[in-house]
């Protein structure tokens, strides 16, 4: 079975250089692989360094040591330590990331913020604004908001608005940071229906659930993150 995502070593700290440059450890040789086709969900404690995985996965933070191997156009290729500039166009191809928060341009529409993944690698606008129509459709975004700029929008609608986004792009490799955490049970549902219809088409999903329901109905299986000692 193809991996889509692995990491070797993969080491993290955090120094307080405002506090004396105090070494925060958060993880210690993570060894991960995940393949096409399941999703793997990030389990520990609160503290546990989930998040700082997730995002080193992604390449928003960058390791004391190791290596971040990702499927890139059929290419296993180490984002750990590549310059941004790459780093963005394995990014715009490959990787999917669906943070907790909505970070969008203000007076730009719903729809628009969207479409912008998928228009930035020259998708054809049409097909773009359907494909996005059909996902805010599925999430149970109303009409009369796909026109407005979601500064405005609850948190939930916001994160439909994110979690739109993630997914406008059928990308081998998907990062969920707490996705469901402000939905509700119908627009929960929703989010495991998609999930399950990426991995039905291959990608490899890593995901944060504090939700114990969606979590069990998403995993393939868990990979527990330990604090460093």
């Keep these: 079975m ?78 750990a330590g590549a310059e941004p500039w790459y780093v963005k166009t394995v990014r715009q191809t490959s990787i999917g990331y669906v943070s907790q928060f909505l970070r969008a341009v203000p007076r730009i529409s719903a729809i628009d913020v969207v479409m912008e993944p998928a228009i930035a690698l020259g998708a054809d606008i049409e097909a773009a604004r359907s494909k996005a129509e059909s996902l805010l459709d599925r999430l149970h975004v109303p009409k009369r908001l796909w026109s407005l700029a979601p500064a405005t929008f609850s948190g939930g609608e916001q994160q439909r608005i994110n979690i739109a986004r993630g997914f406008i792009r059928d990308y081998p490799i998907l990062l969920l940071d707490e996705p469901t955490a402000s939905l509700d049970a119908t627009n929960g549902a929703a989010v495991v229906e998609m999930i399950a219809d990426a991995k039905k088409r291959g990608a490899a999903v890593v995901g944060i659930f504090h939700d114990e329901e969606i979590r069990n109905a998403v995993a393939d299986r868990y990979f527990n993150v330990g604090t460093a000692s």
């Excluded at 450890?25 to 393949?35: C, E, G, Q, R, T």
């Excluded at 546990?48 to 995985?53: C, E, F, I, Y």
């Excluded at 995002?55 to 984002?79: M, W």
């Design 2 to 79: 193809t991996i889509r995502l692995s990491t070797r070593n993969l080491t993290k700290s955090f120094t307080l250089h405002t506090q004396g440059g105090v070494v925060i450890p958060v993880f210690k040789d993570i060894n991960l692989s995940v393949h096409a086709g399941e999703c793997v969900c990030l389990h520990g404690p609160s503290g546990a360094g989930k998040s700082t995985l997730l995002r080193s996965l992604y390449a928003n933070y960058k390791p004391d040591f190791g290596q971040v191997l990702v499927d890139h156009l059929g290419t296993l290729v180490d984002i």
